[in-house]
């Protein structure tokens, strides 16, 4: 079967998971101008947001409750930089929540226009908390940017671990659904995991799905894991997303928690896919499997570059995944994937430079037999981290600085080859 006739099959599953909204629809609004919110309940904030969507969304029988959030910062509950969200438990129901969305809910654009859930100095739980026990048909997260920087400790700009808050942004919280589904979010500056997809599969047929997603300065960005339950979920897909300048556990190559993209053993789900997506600058290396049994896993598509400086590996496709074999770690290449024996298909990866304007330090003036040479990879990432534009490995001398978002220049490949991986605003759902 050909890859587009895949993703064709792949979202009529996902719409069938989410199943009709016609007549058994609910529509949220939040914040933005509340005279433009015809046809549906309008909020001023998440707290009561959450609120009205597990009040409509826990009704018996199946339906759809979409929130629709305006861009703008979101502080938590009463300014804590956390929600506590609601009990929401009704296997029939599905929750959208959107965010991006203008003033007036007519366009969105969450990357350009974010939704901001933002964390103030002292936060002490995770930026979204599910209770326990919560069921749904499909839980569906689109458009929503979450920057951890205000929670985190920093001296002289490199990250203090132990004074910042280390909960995950997201804690799912064994949620019991047939379809976890993030797309089009963003996250930011998190001091440790953005979130383990720990939920409980409803039926064999469960899956989850990250699609269009930036995760930005992130230290062990997101394990894929599921808790063990009735069910094993048929497939663990993360398509189109844009790992960037992600940090391990540790600054050492001998951390536990390297990568960026972990995998979780063969009792996480009978599948995993990772297809078109840029792994760029992950120090610690590109994708993590050490499990002693791993489920069958497609990698296909992908863009990697400049994910094996922390090994002192300076090969632009170095340090691709990340396995073990003879008792020991093994970091491999681009060119070793379809080597790994769980690896059933490594088709189209490529490592291309994508060109992305991005700073941790100061930038280093270069003289001019240097400017040649500075359209390589290995330049850009020494761009990334203020060092001169030189060959040779990179001493990481700053852990995890913070680093700003800037809505009027998303870090998006700049170069043509390069921008068919990872996230791109022509792929938002409108």
Known sequence: MTKVGRTLIAGALALLLIGPAAANETVIYVGGDKAKAAGGKWVKDLTRGFAAAAEAVNQPGARTVVVRVAAGDYTGDLGSGAYDLPL?????????????????????????TPSRVVSPEGRSQPMWDLPKNCKLKGFVLDGMHFDAVGGNKYRDRALLVGQSCTFKLINWNMLETDLLQVESCTFLNSADRVMET?????????????????FVNCRIPLKLDTARF??????????RCSFILSWGYNPDPDSSNPAALELGPSDACGRFEVTNNLFYANFGGAILALNLKNSPMVISGNNFVGNGLLHGKAEPDAVAIIVAAGGKKQPLPLAKLEDVPFVEEAEGNVSVAPGIALSIGDVKPVDKDQVKASRGWQNDVNRILGRPLQGGTVKIGEYAPPQAWDPANPPFPAEDAAKRHGASPELVAR
Do not use: C, S, Y
Request: no cysteine; net charge positive.
């Open 230 to 239: 009735r069910n094993k979920p048929a497939k663990i897909v993360v398509d």
């Open 88 to 112: 929401l438990n009704n296997p029939e129901g599905t929750l959208r929540v959107v965010g991006g969305w203008d003033a007036g809910f007519a366009a969105r654009d969450p990357f350009g």
């Open 198 to 214: 720990l939920i409980r599969a409803a039926t064999p047929q469960a899956e989850i799905r990250f699609r269009n997603n930036m």
